[in-house]
């Protein structure tokens, strides 16, 4: 009783048919998923890239929260240009809410200079959402004497919308200062689509605004950038991010041992701590692997089993001499 109880509290949170404002899923490795993260990191790596990352966030609730995502991008060096494709499937509830999202993306390259570029991009989404009414318990099925619960109770709000879809935008830009510094800045859910399951809705997809940004520093010359791969180098980042009345703010870095990676953050929401998140990297030339662990300090605790996250990249291509010629030089941000 208790653990339906709590996953009934869970979806309400999230629940889009009683006026509340829908939140995306979010990833602490972002940088492993850049599209995700910002559309106009579309095409910002020499070669093809595949991307692939789960996150189970609170497993020992038992319906908690699960999101996948692919995506594939490519550069074009003949129209300075980079494209992607990318879908996410999230799974609420232990399924009672699911939806999955299919984007479109492009990005303009532009060489402001010999040390300075910028990359703009536009993201175009087709989202479905679907509510599984057999997976919730609605409080007018709640005996109020004793707690038990009707199963045979439906909201009659639900019994003609169990799935809704919508049209969705986003828009980005990132620049980058040699490979020493970068900063991007991302809005998405432009429009702010109507994601409720009711007519007529109450509900919406706010706006997420997002900036994050960061340096590379070489622990082994002592100076910014210009690192080999043998270097060991510390990556301070910050990534903040704003849906609604929701404020986060992740700050933490990176340290690179190749072919090693070890990360360490902190993400607060303005309301209360969130999370200290610790991330294990295996890098090669053509592809990568991440592990990254949120250990829960808010309110709902470590009894939660905190979020487990898997990031996989594959890169099509391996050489470095195939693009040195790169005429428009790729923007230097993390990998993970």
């Known amino acids: 009783m208790i653990r339906r109880l709590s996953s009934l509290i869970l979806l309400l949170a999230f629940m889009v048919p009683f006026g509340t404002y829908g939140q995306?899923?979010?990833?602490?490795q972002y940088y492993a998923n850049p599209m995700y993260l910002n559309p106009a990191m579309a095409g910002?790596?020499?070669c093809g890239r595949l991307t692939l990352n789960y996150r189970n966030q609170w497993p020992?609730?038992?319906?908690?929260y699960v999101t996948y995502n692919v995506g594939y991008d490519q550069f074009l060096e003949k129209i300075k240009s980079g494209?992607?494709?990318?879908?996410?499937a999230d799974r609420q509830g232990g399924g009672a809410i699911n939806s999955?999202?299919?984007?479109?993306?492009?990005?303009?390259?532009?060489?402001?200079?010999e040390s300075f570029r910028i990359d703009f991009g536009a993201q175009a989404t087709y989202q479905q959402m679907k509510v599984d009414v057999d997976k919730l318990v609605f409080g007018d099925a709640i005996d109020p004497n004793n707690g038990t619960i009707d199963p045979a109770y439906h909201d009659p709000q639900f019994y003609?919308?169990?799935?809704?879809?919508f049209v969705d935008f986003s828009a980005g830009l990132m620049a980058g200062y040699e490979d020493k510094f970068y900063v991007g800045m991302a809005v998405h859910h432009l429009a702010e689509?109507?994601?409720?399951?009711?007519d007529p809705s109450e509900s919406k997809l706010s706006r997420k605004f997002t900036v994050h940004g960061g340096a590379d520093f070489n622990l082994s010359t002592m100076r910014f950038g210009d690192a080999e791969e043998d270097d060991i180098t510390l990556s301070p980042n910050f990534l903040y991010q704003q849906q609604g009345e929701f404020h986060q703010l992740n700050a933490g870095l990176y340290g690179n041992i190749y072919p090693f990676v070890a990360g360490l953050w902190f993400r607060h929401n303005f309301e209360n701590p969130d999370a200290i998140i610790v991330l294990l990297g295996f890098r090669q030339p053509a592809y990568q692997i991440g592990y990254s662990f949120d250990y829960t300090l808010s309110k709902i605790g470590i009894s939660s089993g905190g979020a487990h996250e898997v990031s996989f990249r594959w890169e099509f291509c391996i050489y470095k001499e195939d693009y040195k010629k790169r005429r428009i030089k790729v923007i230097n941000s993390p990998s993970f």
């Open 24 to 28: 995306d899923p979010a990833f602490s």
């Open 44 to 46: 910002s790596t020499y």
């Open 60 to 64: 020992a609730l038992s319906k908690g």
């Open 83 to 88: 494209y992607g494709v990318m879908f996410t």
């Open 100 to 113: 999955l999202m299919m984007s479109g993306l492009y990005s303009f390259k532009l060489q402001a200079s």
């Open 160 to 165: 003609d919308s169990k799935s809704v879809g």
């Open 193 to 198: 689509p109507d994601n409720g399951f009711t």
